[in-house]
């Protein structure tokens, strides 16, 4: 099982900028899903975005379009979130996971906690208004 770090977690003002980071170790990421998750107080668990094995695939929720860019780097077994122009709805503790598939196929079970094997503790996320 691979184990999963995050890291780049912070308090911003709103319309800052922040890039989470997630390592893994115990093994390659190479041929896993690779996704974001974040979950504030009192709310359940939801999809951010999610990357392909390679990067050539990513998905994004609706929610963070054009605001947030999943990526990934195989040779360093990390993945990152990039996230601009946050708003304060943004505040969660952000937690990355890893889906023992090659590709994004269904987008809906890409959205799913449940469809995830591997997770990290989770960083804070805060965004002042």
């Known amino acids: 099982q691979v184990q999963l770090v995050e890291s780049g977690g912070g308090l911003v003002q709103a319309g800052g900028s922040l890039r989470l980071s997630c390592a893994a170790s115990?093994?390659?990421?190479?041929?896993?899903?690779m996704g974001w998750f974040r979950q504030a107080p009192g709310k359940e668990r939801e999809f951010v975005a999610a990357?392909?094995?390679?990067?050539?695939?990513?998905y994004l929720a609706d929610s963070v379009k054009g605001r947030f860019t999943i990526s990934r780097d195989n040779a360093k077994n990390t993945v990152y979130l990039q996230m601009r122009s946050l708003k304060s709805e943004d505040t969660a503790v952000y937690y990355c996971?890893?889906?023992?598939?090659?590709?994004?196929?269904?987008?809906?079970?890409?959205?799913?906690?449940?469809?995830?094997?591997?997770w990290g503790q989770g960083t804070q996320v805060t965004v002042s208004s």
């Open positions: 996971a890893a889906d023992r598939k090659l590709f994004i196929r269904d987008t809906s079970a890409t959205e799913r906690p449940s469809e995830y094997d591997s």
């Open positions: 115990g093994r390659s990421i190479g041929s896993y899903v």
């Open positions: 990357i392909s094995w390679n990067g050539g695939t990513t």
